[in-house]
């Protein structure tokens, strides 16, 4: 199981950087208004925590402020997609915080399974890790480190041999790992839930 392209129609923008960005139907242009917007749905609980930091044991929401799209599995695969999109399923984009030897896994609440990488798609190279939800315990392919942004999230990396990979999105919207660094760091932002 692999990231595929998002489906709908292409309403992406040009924000002066040199990275065309995904804009979520209504979404509010100011990332730093309250998170509750029509991508990530109209009310979050009152119990829950926004700009959390990721606590193994706690259930988080994670999405990218700059979408407002939330990580999910959706039909089988790994993807970011909007609140209207998966509503009603939760548990399809609910991740319970986990930790092995200080390094952080996400269980993906419906499958019981792990957040982890696997090899890129061959369309679009070789030289990548796409997010998948496979395994059943925290070994290795699971394992991510967190480091907060200056924006207020937290950028995502995977360690492959000594280096740090971040997750990145291209201009394909395929979230990935990528060796080579072609793309946007993707900042994720966590809403505990519980």
Not at 135 to 154: A, H, I, N, V
């Amino acid at each position: 199981m692999s990231y595929v392209a998002k489906e709908e129609e292409d309403d992406s923008y040009y924000d002066g950087t040199s990275v065309f960005l995904r804009r979520c139907k209504n979404h509010h242009e100011d990332p730093k208004l309250p998170v509750a917007t029509d991508c990530l749905g109209p009310t979050i609980p009152e119990f829950a925590v926004q700009d959390a930091f990721p606590v193994p044991g706690y259930t988080y929401i994670i999405y990218d402020r700059a979408t407002g799209y939330l990580l999910s599995l959706y039909r089988g695969k790994v993807t970011t997609r909007s609140h209207a999109e998966l509503t009603p399923d939760c548990a399809t984009w609910h991740w319970q915080c986990d930790d092995n030897n200080g390094w952080l896994g996400f269980v993906q609440e419906s499958s019981g399974r792990y957040l982890g990488v696997g090899p890129g798609l061959t369309s679009i190279g070789d030289n990548m890790l796409t997010l998948v939800v496979d395994s059943k315990s925290l070994g290795p392919g699971e394992q991510f480190y967190y480091r907060k942004d200056g924006s207020g999230g937290y950028q995502l990396f995977f360690r492959s041999g000594e280096k740090m990979l971040s997750a990145m999105m291209d201009s394909g919207d395929n979230l990935r790992f990528d060796r080579d660094c072609d793309g946007m760091v993707v900042v994720w932002h966590f809403i505990r839930v519980d």
